[in-house]
Structure formats: C-alpha cells, structure tokens
C-alpha cells in the first residue's frame, strides 16, 4: 500500500489550500484515516481524523473551525479543505490509514503513511 499526499503549497496567511491523500495498491474503504503534520524541530502532531464510512470527524483544537477533513466518492481518496490558514499552519503534511474503522488522534494508531507535502503559510 502507498499513500501519496499532494496539493500543498505556499500561501499568504488567511489564504486556503486543499490537501488530497490517495492510496495505489488497494483501497482504504474499511479504514480510519488522517492527516497529521510536523513543523521543522517538532515533533510530528495529529490535525484531523475521518471515520471509514466519513461518519464522524475528530479535529486538533488548533484547526478546529478552519480545516474539514472528508473522504472522497472514490473509495481510495481523502482531502483536507484548509481555510484562514496561519504562519503557524507550516509544515510537511501526512496522510495516514488507520488500523481500526474509526477516528483515531495518535499516530501509533496508524499502520500506513504517505510521503508527506509542505505547507508554507507566509505572514
């Protein structure tokens, strides 16, 4: 299984970027999935999660209102709408497949992980 994760970018704070996250090899219908990110000299932190059925969300407080997390009508695709974007928002961004069905806000949770794309949010 890999997962590819692309669209990021740079942006002006308060600007918008859609992350999308797709998976060759088998699809993720039956699974948890999630986008985490890790700022330069941090550590990795999770930002959203969706159900494998996109029936219940789980967000960080910090995107809380800003990002929606979704899951696509194929069946191996995901996105993250993120809105009012903030300097702080940089970061490469992860997508992830879960082990479990549902919503999952640690990353020991998840057993497959994309390569990850940069978002840059500038001041």
């Known amino acids: 299984v890999q997962l590819q994760a692309f669209g990021g970018g740079l942006v002006q704070a308060g600007g918008s970027l859609r992350l999308s996250c797709t998976s060759s090899?088998?699809?993720?219908?039956?699974?948890?999935m999630g986008w985490f990110r890790q700022a330069p000299g941090k550590e990795r932190e999770f930002v959203a999660t969706v159900s494998w059925n996109g029936g219940s969300t789980r967000y960080a407080e910090s995107v809380e209102g800003r990002f929606t997390i979704s899951r696509g009508y194929a069946a191996n695709t995901m996105y993250l709408q993120m809105n009012s974007l903030k300097p702080e928002d940089t970061a490469v961004h992860y997508c992830?497949?879960?082990?479990?069905?549902?919503?999952?806000?640690?990353?020991?949770?998840?057993?497959?992980w994309g390569q990850g794309t940069q978002v840059t949010v500038s001041s």
């Open positions: 992830a497949e879960a082990r479990g069905a549902s919503v999952a806000s640690t990353a020991a949770a998840y057993t497959y």
């Open positions: 090899g088998r699809r993720f219908t039956n699974n948890g």
